[in-house]
């Protein structure tokens, strides 16, 4: 009974995220509201037009935005409704970066712009109900990560996925994807791994990885029967969508390869990084940083202990956990190596995925130990990399807008919210006791509130067109 309420419980944690974040966002978009909360303690921003500087970003009392279907069009967004009204064309070559699934999908189900943030939340849910599921029937460790999965929706790069953007489309393809490929169905494990190749234009870096992982596992497990079922099934899938991809965009361009013609637009090409970081956005600037300085050298040290460790199964699950590992890493070389220092993106790529969740679940319950002394001294050691980052980082981009800011600058709130996340993650599976497991339920009951004002905050960013800057 207790197992069947948390399981539950686990599934109606997004839901009531999901609500929380909407009440807060209306009622903060009443003045007196606002002004007793936000407006006293915080600001709000956003971007005026300029012709001569673009990037003009003004500080304001207003309470938050009413959605309209004009300010629901800002930044990658109007791409998406665009390419659901027509086919990619070559007088649009930068939205040959644009995936077609998603708006393939607003345009099948007449999904007007204003109902979007429920649609895409409808399929990040089914997706996360797969997810929960296969998990559940394959990691051998679930019962001890119950509250790490409580918390995963709360991730702050979450946000994207009630924006008229395509995640919530990628999500729930490969959560599917990966729930047929354990189930052994080959048919169904094929259809959603092309349709995840249409999603967005990480599927060069998946297939990659896909391939390495593959020969990892074939090398580590010697298991030649269920490595040529990967091959067959989940490669496989990911090629035949990509081939398509590339035939579809043919059609439109008469060139096969105008995908990475659209890439160069957008100034993804093969370059050095550059010294200092920086990034697009400020809200995530800091998360990326932490992504990349921080979690990926515990992803590589974690990844060396798990082909090194000999008692492992070598079942499917164990391909999964190696793939999320590599296209963690991957992700990271690939922004580091064609970006040129600027991080955007990054958190996208590797938190708003199902592999994402996968690594963050598995990480630091996977570099657990019955030495208590060891788990202090790496969670100090994670902190104290995690506080030097973020108090070497410029990120008051906002408090240049004015002088004597005396206020707090809420874009840092999603960074404090990810450092919680990680740190229920890494102690969730320890609790063996009434007073940490009170202690545990209160900081998830204080991040759930933080987290649903953070998406409130996000959205009517984005609203602005204040989310980004560049």
């Given amino acids: ?228 079922y990967i091959l067959k099934t989940l490669i496989t899938g990911l090629v035949i969508g990509l081939v398509s991809l590339f035939a579809y965009f043919y059609s439109t361009s008469g060139d096969f390869f105008v995908f990475f013609e659209a890439q160069k637009v957008w100034g993804t090409k093969f370059q050095l990084p550059k010294f200092p970081f920086v990034d697009y956005s400020t809200e995530s600037f800091i998360i990326d940083k932490l992504l990349l300085l921080v979690i990926a050298p515990l992803a590589i040290i974690r990844l060396l202990f798990f082909i090194l460790k000999k008692n492992s199964s070598g079942s499917l699950w164990d391909y999964v956990i190696l793939l999320s590992y590599i296209y963690y890493i991957m992700s990271c070389l690939i922004i580091l190596f064609f970006q040129g220092g600027n991080l955007h993106s990054l958190h996208r790529y590797t938190l708003a995925s199902p592999l994402g969740f996968i690594l963050l679940a598995d990480l630091f319950t996977g570099l657990k130990t019955k030495a208590n002394t060891f788990r202090l001294i790496l969670y100090v050691c994670v902190l104290l990399a995690s506080a030097i980052i973020i108090y070497t980082t410029d990120n008051q981009v906002f408090s240049k807008l004015y002088h004597n800011a005396d206020r707090f600058i809420f874009a840092n709130i999603g960074t404090f919210i990810f450092v919680a996340i990680l740190s229920v993650i890494y102690w969730s599976p320890a609790i063996n006791n009434k007073r940490q497991l009170i202690v545990n339920a209160c900081l998830i009951a204080l991040l759930f509130i933080m987290a649903a004002f953070w998406d409130s905050f996000l959205y009517n960013q984005f609203l602005c067109r204040a989310w980004l800057w560049l």
């Fill in 1 to 228: 009974m207790k197992g069947k309420f948390t399981d539950t419980f686990l599934l109606l944690a997004p839901i009531v995220l999901f609500f929380i974040s909407i009440t807060c966002f209306w009622f903060l978009q009443h003045h007196r509201v606002f002004n007793l909360s936000v407006g006293k303690y915080g600001y709000t921003y956003y971007r005026i037009d300029n012709p001569e500087k673009f990037e003009v970003i003004k500080v304001t009392d207003q309470p938050y935005q009413k959605i309209t279907d004009k300010n629901l069009l800002n930044w990658d967004a109007d791409g998406y409704i665009i390419l659901s009204k027509e086919f990619h064309s070559l007088d649009k070559l930068h939205l040959y970066a644009f995936f077609p699934m998603f708006p393939f999908l607003l345009k099948l189900f007449h999904i007007p712009v204003h109902y979007i943030f429920l649609f895409n939340f409808l399929l990040f849910f089914i997706g996360y109900i797969f997810l929960l599921k296969t998990v559940k029937n394959n990691d051998p460790g679930y019962a001890s990560k119950k509250w790490v999965w409580l918390v995963m929706p709360l991730l702050p790069s979450l946000t994207v996925m009630v924006l008229p953007y395509t995640e919530a489309t990628a999500f729930i393809a490969m959560c599917l994807g990966i729930f047929f490929l354990l189930r052994k169905n080959i048919l169904f494990t094929l259809l959603f791994f092309a349709i995840s190749a249409w999603c967005r234009p990480n599927i060069l870096m998946l297939i990659l990885s896909s391939f390495f992982a593959l020969g990892l596992y074939a090398f580590k497990y010697k298991n030649l029967k269920d490595s040529f």
